[in-house]
């Protein structure tokens, strides 16, 4: 089985030693995503559900470089600064995924990269 690095450029670059997504047989592994605007790489500012919103704009954007789309993810983690906000985020949740819903654990973080709200990372399925 080959490992195929995902790089989307309608996505943040990587702030570290990661790729955006690998792609392994039939499923792609999608590191988490912040509110970065890939066109800046400045954070989005604003509330739980404006960073929301960019986050799963990024995912979108590595999932459809990797032939794929959010009705391909089968999983997410969604880590919050506060937990306090999920109402804000699952709203705009709601936006990106239809029924059947992926599976999701959430999850209140003491610190996530650059302060963010929220950080989601992502498991998708394609036929191969």
């Keep these: 089985m ?13 702030i570290g030693p990661y ?13 988490g995503q912040i509110p970065l ?3 800046s ?4 500012a604003g509330d739980t ?16 470089e990797a032939g794929a789309s959010m009705r391909s993810v089968v999983k997410t983690t969604v880590f919050m600064k506060d937990l306090s906000r999920f ?12 029924a059947p819903y992926p599976a999701r654990s959430t999850v209140q973080a003491a610190a996530l990269p650059k302060g963010v ?12």
Aim: net charge negative; no cysteine.
């Design 41 to 44: 790489g400045e954070l989005v």
């Design 37 to 39: 605007d890939p066109a």
């Design 49 to 64: 559900a404006l960073q929301t919103r960019r986050v799963l704009e990024n995912l979108a954007a590595v999932l459809k």
């Design 117 to 128: 709200d929220v950080e989601i990372d992502a498991i998708a399925v394609v036929d191969e």
């Design 19 to 31: 790729s955006q997504a690998v792609k392994a047989g039939g499923m792609i592994f999608l590191s």
């Design 2 to 14: 080959s490992i195929k690095e995902i790089k989307a450029a309608l996505a943040p670059e990587p």
């Design 87 to 98: 109402g804000e985020m699952n709203k705009v949740y709601g936006e990106f995924f239809s």
